[in-house]
Structure formats: structure tokens, C-alpha cells
């Protein structure tokens, strides 16, 4: 059936179009944001041994707290003889484990702080590969995700499901925290279909052909529902306490860290430090310590790619804001191609984007400034098909197009329902009870803050100052303040309090030690809102997600 009202039906396809291509973006057909091939196992130049060595038994050395020591030892090696794509992938992944695990590894003592300072045989040649990957140098969804998989039975009849998957290195060596990266895995791999019919939906608005429209958007729909069950699966092989106490930490980043014993982030020795500068101003050097959020599965654009070709927005935390109208799909859809200025977003989301491979980022944003799957759905139906109750089993295709635009939206919040649940008790519930075993205090972090000038003047000198170049890196001092909010599990600021004044009043005094040698945390004082270091709440948070994605429903 025709529809008449939309112009672009009458029109002849614009000369300007050009169809997005997943390929372009190093998107894959098969596995979406995942790679087509299994990562690298290990890199093939022998030059890369002294790393691959290091994780042939990373567990047992972590375990044995031998990282520090064997990173200080280790020779800082060049990144110009990793020659491809998956070689670059390897080199990440390798360097971001030992890297977290230099910093929140500890020697042995458990009272002993993270560290500040990371060294240039980590340092160097991971801000080096992060460059070239148009990444942050921590641990992110692609680290211990999408580049972090291999295939147990290549000749099963679905390779890619969850129960014929394997993770590559963990940080705790747990069944675990490899189901927990799994589930993200599976999940990226079963919605690659609805990457395609994303674009073949754009494709059809482009013809004004509303069976394939509505048909891809089925295809969506579909991926999103085993997507749901997908998610649910979590609960099976990852124990919640286990994940809170004994692989959330590895996982965090330096960000709002001053509790957890990183008041300044953390110092990349040997690329931030190289140039001459007085040390007589300590002050100069602090500047130099980058701050970066933790690995998060919101660095994942695969939800979001799913938002905005769905046309759902996302404001400000604590922001209402409204769906798009019909008077505004017109206007987007005549107005440049489509092309318009991007609405309020929600600032963690977009943040996110910068701990995305470069490419991912790129398509997120091209898809923003061409998609207009709602607009064309908001102007192909009228009043009348607005206002049917019942839709089922109806022969008018706009009413079909409607229910398979709903239907996405469903999932979406479907999906959004089931995060919530798995928040609540796998964050919220183990923060406020507290761990099983009380550990030693640290000292406390207010004594490092402003450090002794004897004692800021005798590291800065342990430092290789130098006029040399070495690859440099973006700094994370000027990123927005890590926001415990749609994916809080790796922001260390959940929990009960380190301050006596905010001490939540269900938690004993001993467990508060424990949390200063662990985990830096905040819970309310009458112990029913979960806070991050900027007060932002985050069960709101995921509650505002969820209720955009249902009020965009039509």
C-alpha cells in the first residue's frame, strides 16, 4: 500500500544517498561489533614473548603477586611489528590485563595502596596501540569482550552460543568472571542480524517500501528477543558475591578514584613524563596523571546503535524530555537529506563512546545523522492507526508497520528490565551487606592528596626525565567525571561508606576498614540509595533508560 503523505515516496531517490555499509566500519554480518575471525591466541613474532610469556600464567602471577615485579623487569618493547588489525587487538587485550593488574594488583600486603604509576614497559607501548586502535589505554568492553573469545567446537552446529564459547584470560582465573564476559559476547553475536536489518530498514524508507521495513524491523525485533534470553542466562555460572568482591576491582578504571588510593589517577611513566619541567612544582606533574572510567559494558555500541535506530532518545540524568513528534519527523525528514542538529543526550552514554574502537564510534555517529526508521513509522501511520487497541491479525500494513516498531521497543525495555534486576543484585545488595572477610585499612587516602614536597621531589626524580618523543596518548584529565549509571558494576564509588559521617548505619565499623583497602564506596545514610562519587544515583538512572525506551513507543 501506498503511502501518498510522505513525500520522499514521490521522489526519486536522492543522488546524495549512500547506504551505510557494516563493513566500513568494521562492523561483521556474522558477529556485529565482534570480530569475524576468533582473536589472536597469541602473537606470532617471537619479538612479543617477554608479554606472552607473562600470560601463559597470568593468574598463577597475579595470584602470587609477581605482576609489579615482573612488569619493572619486563623490556619496553616497540608496537612497529605488530603488522595487522588482529595483531594490534592482541597486543590491547594483553597490555590492558597487565596493566589493571600493575595497579590494583598489590605486592602481597593487603594493606598495601594501588599503584599510581605505571611503567614505561606497560606505559609506552600500550598508549602506543591504543592510538592506533583510536582507543583509550584501559580496560574496556573490547578488552575483555569482543577481542577476548575463542570458539570450543568449531564444527558445533551454532558456534557462537554461549555454552561453545571460552574467554582467553580472566583476571581471577573464575568461572565466573568468564561467564560474566561471555554473556556479552553471545549477546553481540546473536544481534548482528539486527545490525543488518538496521540498515536494510534504511534501505527500504529510501524506496518507500513499507513490507521491508516492517519486515526488518521483525528482524530486530527477533534479535533483541534472543538477546533477552541471552541476558538472562547470567545468573547460571556468575555468583554475584564473587563478581563484586573478586573480579569488580580489576575491572575499574581511575577515575573519582581518591578513596580507592588514586586521588590523581594514574601516571603513563615514559609518555607523560618525558619532557623537562621544574620539580620544584609538583603541581605540574599531578597534571599529567590521566583519569579514565573502568571497563563498563555501556562501551559496547551495540545498544546504542539500537537507540538511535529506533529513534529513542536519552537526556540528562534527572532530565525529563520528549519523544519525537510528528511535526518533528517531518521536519528531520525533509530538512538536508535528513541530516539534523542531534538532541540533549544523556553525557555518560556519549562519554562511553570514547572507550569504543575508533571505527564503532564513527558508525554510531553516521547512523544518528541518517536513520530515520521512527520518523518514517511516526509520518506512514495516521490518527486512526495510532488510536487502534487491538492491531493483531490486521491487513492494513501500517498497522503491521506499527506492531513491528513496537515490538523492537518492547524488547528494548524487555532488555532494559532484566539490566535492572541483574544491578540490583549483583551491585546494589553485595554493597550494602559488605564483605565475608574484613580486611586491614589502609592508610588514609586524605594523607596523599597533597603529598610531602621531600617525598613528590624524590619520586619525581626516581623518573627517566627526558627531551626524547615518545608516542603520546590523549590525556583523560579533561574527560567528563566517571557516573556510576547505566553500567555501575565497575565504578568503585557503589557501596557503604569510608566516612564516618555517611557510614551507613546497617554496616559494622570493621567492614568499612575492609572497604578502604578495596572498594571506595557510598550508600545513604538511611541505606536505600546507592550513590557514586558525584551523588548520582544509580537504580535512577536505569530506571530513566528504561522509561525513555517505553515512552517512545506509539
Known amino acids: 500500500m501506498p503511502v501518498e503523505h510522505i513525500q520522499v515516496a514521490s521522489e526519486p531517490q536522492s543522488p546524495l544517498y549512500s547506504p551505510l555499509r557494516l563493513r566500513d566500519y568494521d562492523i561483521s554480518p556474522v558477529h556485529g561489533f565482534l570480530p569475524t575471525e576468533q582473536p589472536l591466541r597469541r602473537l606470532p613474532d617471537p619479538y612479543y614473548e617477554p608479554w606472552e610469556r607473562i600470560m601463559d600464567r597470568f593468574n598463577s602471577y597475579l ?114 568472571e568468564s561467564w560474566f564476559y561471555l554473556v556479552t559476547v553471545a549477546i553481540e553475536a546473536k544481534c548482528a542480524s539486527g545490525l543488518s536489518a538496521i540498515l536494510d530498514a534504511m534501505d527500504g524508507i529510501e524506496c518507500n517500501d513499507m513490507d521491508s521495513v516492517t519486515g526488518s524491523l521483525g528482524r530486530i525485533a527477533a534479535s533483541l528477543h534472543e538477546a533477552n534470553a541471552i541476558l538472562e542466562r547470567i545468573y547460571e555460572h556468575c555468583d554475584p558475591y564473587v563478581f563484586y568482591w573478586k573480579i569488580r576491582e580489576f575491572l575499574a578504571g581511575w577515575e573519582n578514584m581518591a578513596e580507592a588510593g588514586l586521588p590523581y589517577g594514574v601516571l603513563y611513566e615514559g609518555v607523560d613524563d618525558t619532557d623537562t619541567f ?54 528531520r525528514l525533509h530538512a538536508q537529506q535528513g541530516i539534523s542538529e542531534p538532541p540533549p543526550a544523556n553525557s555518560y552514554l556519549v562519554h562511553m563512546r570514547n572507550y569504543m574502537p575508533g571505527r564503532h564510534r564513527q558508525f554510531l555517529e553516521d547512523l544518528a545523522a541518517t536513520c530515520m526508521i521512527r520518523e518514517y513509522v511516526l509520518l506512514a501511520c495516521s490518527d486512526s492507526v495510532f488510536a487502534q487497541q487491538s492491531i493483531e491479525d490486521s491487513d492494513d500494513p501500517r498497522v503491521r508497520l506499527r506492531q513491528a516498531y513496537n515490538s523492537c521497543l518492547s524488547m528494548m525495555k524487555a532488555f532494559r528490565d532484566k539490566h535492572i534486576m541483574i544491578v540490583t543484585r549483583y551491585i546494589i545488595a553485595p554493597a550494602r551487606s559488605g564483605p565475608s572477610v574484613v580486611l586491614p585499612s589502609v592508610p588514609p587516602v586524605s594523607s596523599q592528596i597533597v603529598p610531602p614536597e621531600e617525598q613528590t621531589r624524590a619520586r619525581i626524580a626516581q623518573l627517566n626525565l ?11 584529565g579533561d574527560s567528563l567525571p566517571a557516573d556510576p549509571t547505566m553500567y555501575p558494576q565497575t ?61 517512545t513507543m506509539l
Open 278 to 331: 621544574s620539580l620544584d612544582n609538583w603541581q605540574s606533574l599531578l597534571r599529567r596523571f590521566r583519569k579514565y572510567a573502568g571497563g563498563s559494558a555501556a562501551q559496547t555500541p551495540l545498544l546504542q546503535a539500537f537507540d538511535i535506530a529506533l529513534g529513542i532518545k536519552h537526556y540528562p540524568t534527572g532530565k525529563r524530555g520528549k519523544q519525537s513528534s510528528v511535526v518533528e519527523a517531518r521536519a
Open 491 to 551: 565504578n568503585k564509588a557503589l557501596g557503604p561508606s569510608v566516612s564516618g559521617e555517611t557510614r551507613s548505619k546497617s554496616v559494622p565499623m570493621a567492614v568499612n576498614g575492609a572497604t578502604k583497602a578495596r572498594l571506595a564506596r557510598t550508600v545513604d545514610d538511611d541505606n536505600t540509595v546507592i550513590r557514586g562519587t558525584g551523588g548520582t544515583d544509580a537504580i535512577q538512572f536505569l530506571k530513566q533508560v528504561r522509561n525513555e525506551t517505553a515512552q
Open 63 to 176: 595470584l602470587g603477586h609477581h605482576i609489579r615485579r615482573l612488569a619493572r623487569k619486563m623490556p619496553v618493547l616497540g608496537t612497529d611489528r605488530l603488522k595487522t588489525r588482529e595483531e594490534r587487538r592482541r597486543a590491547f587485550v594483553v597490555l590492558s590485563f597487565m596493566a589493571h593488574a600493575f595497579v590494583w594488583g598489590r605486592n602481597g600486603a593487603a594493606s598495601e595502596p594501588a599503584s599510581e604509576f605505571l611503567p614505561p614497559s606497560i606505559s609506552i607501548p600500550w598508549v602506543a596501540v591504543s592510538d592506533m586502535l583510536q582507543l583509550n589505554p584501559v580496560v574496556c568492553c573490547a578488552a575483555v569482550c569482543h577481542w577476548n573469545w575463542q570458539i570450543l567446537d568449531e564444527n558445533a552446529k551454532e558456534p557462537m552460543s554461549l555454552d561453545n564459547l571460552g574467554t582467553l584470560h580472566t583476571f581471577s582465573g573464575s568461572m565466573d
Open 466 to 476: 627526558g627531551s626524547r618523543p615518545l608516542p603520546g596518548g590523549r590525556l583523560g
